[in-house]
Structure formats: C-alpha cells, structure tokens
C-alpha cells in the first residue's frame, strides 16, 4: 500500500487548504485512514481518521475547522483545513492501516487517532504564517 499526500503549501492565518491523500490499494473499504501531524520539535500526532462506525474522528484542537472526507472511487481522503491557525503548521502525514478481517471488531474514533499504522505517506508541508 502507497499513499501520497498533496497540497500543502504556505497560507496565512484564517485562510483555508484542502489536502489529498491518494491510496493505492484495490481494497480500499477495508483500511482505516488517518492524519497525522507533526510540529517541529514534537511528536506527531492524530489528527483525524475514518474507519470507526461511530463516525469521523477529530482532535480537540481541530474540531469545528477541518473536515475529513473520502472518495471512495478515487481512493483518496481529503482534509479540508478552515480558519488556519499559525499552530496548525506542521508537516502532514497520510496513514493506513487494514481493519477489515483484523482481530478487533470494533475500532472507536479515539483509538483510530492514536494506534498503530502500518503505512504512511511521505508527508506534506503545511506552513501557516500570522
């Protein structure tokens, strides 16, 4: 599994960004999908995730500005990043993990933000100046 995140870039604060996040994988429905980040200096983080049945996952700190979505026939995720804030800059990472067929049966949107993934992208700069 491969994925390749795109659309980072340099904004000013308030302004918003959408990032993708291509999969390649022929069995795209069975992989939770995550975004991480990472400040300089810190460690990285969850950011959003999908593949919970309680719905999408978010972090505290970006509840209410970023959205994440999926086109299932493109296998690719997007996270659309509103009222950017200079915190917000980092290095974003895609992430994938296969929960189809895995030993838990029920994955909560907490855990999708802090477990273990298997594959990652190679990361996107985002860079949010005041």
């Known amino acids: 599994v491969q994925l390749v995140e795109s659309g980072g870039a340099l904004v000013q604060a308030g302004e918003s960004l959408t990032l993708s996040c291509v999969v390649s994988?022929?069995?795209?429905?069975?992989?939770?999908i995550a975004w991480f980040r990472q400040a300089p200096g810190k460690q990285r983080v969850g950011v959003s995730a999908?593949?919970?049945?309680?719905?999408?996952a978010y972090e505290d700190s970006v509840k209410g500005r970023f959205t994440m979505s999926s086109d299932n026939a493109k296998n690719t995720v997007y996270l659309r990043m509103n009222n950017l804030k200079p915190e917000d800059t980092a290095t974003y990472y895609c992430?994938?993990?296969?929960?189809?067929?895995?030993?838990?049966?029920?994955?909560?949107?907490?855990?999708?933000?802090?477990?273990?993934?298997?594959?990652w992208g190679q990361g996107t700069q985002v860079t949010v100046s005041s």
């Open positions: 999908i593949g919970s049945s309680d719905g999408t």
């Open positions: 994988t022929s069995t795209f429905d069975d992989y939770a």
């Open positions: 992430a994938a993990e296969k929960i189809k067929f895995a030993s838990h049966t029920y994955y909560s949107r907490s855990y999708l933000l802090t477990m273990k993934y298997d594959y």
